[in-house]
């Protein structure tokens, strides 16, 4: 199975909602990623998870609350957002950076199909 | 500022004909990527060229890197309308874990 899932596929919630956004992965991968994606522009690295354990934070707000129960889901939990929130949210997932020895490294990213946000 | 940067910013070809995207980026890497995405999905992993590579093939792309002037180019053969998407350079970024993409190239492709 090669395949990252998102759910839902559309979400519209107004500015006091509490939402979650869930992604899950069965290839094993160790890091998984949130993005947020405006349209014509390209993503934006939100958070990463490696090893089930957060890793990078890009300064995002607080109204977005990141959490991975398992090596297997990552869910971003949403609460208070704003209009300016409105985007694509991509989940992606990968073998994870580093190689056998230890060695920085690069695997591709394999990307849900995203969900689709919309804040009135 | 971004990492990867592209041109054109948007390209349309007719079928048949050879698009071209390029990307240059700003700091050392050990690898690139390209990456598809069809509008309002999730992107497609393509092709990664590492930073001792100079070209690569796979089916009917060509990608070529050069570190010197620390640009890469996306190189499409035989465009079919199935290629209308927006095409993504890609590059690993403090110690592989973030990956700073390009502002990307939309490609049309007429039937």
């Known amino acids: 199975d090669t395949e990252v899932t998102q759910t839902p596929k559309h979400l519209v919630m107004g500015m006091t909602n509490k939402k979650s956004l869930k992604c899950e992965q069965h290839?094993?991968?160790?890091?998984m990623y949130w993005y947020k994606q405006k349209a014509k522009k390209p993503p934006e690295l939100m958070f990463v998870?490696?090893?089930?354990?957060?890793?990078i934070n890009e300064s995002v707000p607080s109204r977005f609350s990141p959490e991975c129960p398992n090596s297997s889901l990552l869910n971003l939990h949403l609460h208070a957002l704003q209009p300016e929130d409105s985007a694509l949210y991509l989940c992606?997932?990968?073998?994870?950076?580093?190689?056998?020895?230890?060695?920085?490294?690069?695997?591709?990213?394999?990307f849900g199909p995203g969900t689709r946000l919309t804040v009135l | 500022s971004q990492q990867g940067e592209e041109d054109p910013q948007a390209l349309s070809i007719q079928e048949g004909e050879n698009a071209t995207m390029n990307c240059s980026y700003k700091?050392?890497?050990?690898?690139l990527q390209w990456y598809r995405q069809n509008s309002g999905r999730g992107l497609v992993h393509l092709i990664l060229?590492?930073?001792?590579?100079r070209e690569k093939h796979s089916g009917r792309l060509r990608v070529t890197l050069d570190t010197s002037k620390k640009s890469s180019s996306l190189l499409i053969t035989a465009s079919r309308a199935a290629d209308t998407a927006s095409y993504f350079c890609?590059?690993?970024?403090?110690?592989?874990?973030?990956?700073?993409f390009g502002a990307g190239t939309r490609l049309f492709v007429k039937a």
């Open positions: 700091t050392s890497i050990n690898n």
């Open positions: 060229i590492r930073s001792n590579e």
């Open positions: 992606a997932s990968s073998q994870g950076p580093f190689g056998l020895a230890g060695v920085s490294s690069y695997h591709e990213q394999f």
């Open positions: 998870y490696s090893y089930e354990k957060l890793s």
């Open positions: 890609a590059t690993p970024y403090t110690g592989g874990f973030k990956t700073i």
């Open positions: 290839m094993g991968h160790r890091a």
